[in-house]
């Protein structure tokens, strides 16, 4: 059979005469991932009509793993631009590593980070996994699941927990307070007025104890060559 035209040519100019505008407008934008679907859709159409003489069978296994990765994408961005929303659930942000989701950071060096998101505590030098997931979850969540499997490991609970502020919720608060672990930094609410000495030399001395999961985190990823 003789190929079909796919147009590439065509849709790459297209793309580049979006990518290399500095300050695209919002329709611009717009005007030009339309385009882009059209393109997509035009291809995968011309598939669907190949399949009656060839079947995939004829296809690789990388070759199907990436037709059924880009159906699923067009899909996606499809969904996105016709109801002009910017998010969609397990949306793929690579065709090569479909399981991989961005996760918003918030930081000033990069307000987007690729990868699987981990959580793990230290106990007496050493860096145990408790989760690890490529969606993105609010870590203060995963605190109690982490608490009872230390007690399983270990048989008691812990006398103190060294966390951030995002682990600081009322319902991890007393949950600690019910089984008598005293959880690092200030109480909630307004700071008092008079700061406690003793109160404040804790907190610092918490937090010093505390960069050890950070620095478990760096040398582990030296280790394998992530960092």
Known sequence: MKKPRDRRRQARRDYLRTAKNRKPSRAEIRKAVGRQLRYVARNLKFIEQLVHCTPLMALSRRQYRDLLVIGELYRQQREMYQSRSHR?????????????????????????????????????????????????????????????????????????????????????????????????????????????????????????????????LVKASASTGLA
């Open 88 to 216: 969609v659930d397990d949306r793929i942000v690579s065709i090569a590593q479909p399981d991989v989701r961005p996760i918003v950071r918030g930081k000033a060096k990069a307000n987007v980070e690729f990868g699987a998101k981990v959580s793990i505590s230290v106990v007496e030098g050493y860096t145990l996994m408790e989760r690890t997931s490529w969606d993105s979850f609010n870590e203060g969540s995963t605190l109690i699941e982490s608490v009872e499997r230390y007690v399983e490991r270990f048989g008691y609970y812990p006398e103190t927990i060294l966390a951030d502020k995002i682990y600081r919720t009322r319902e991890n608060l007393q949950y600690c307070k019910d089984h008598g672990i005293r959880m690092s930094g200030p109480k909630l609410g307004r700071p008092p007025r008079q700061v406690d000495r003793e109160q404040k030399k804790m907190e610092q001395q918490d937090m010093g104890e505390r960069n050890a999961v950070k620095e478990s």
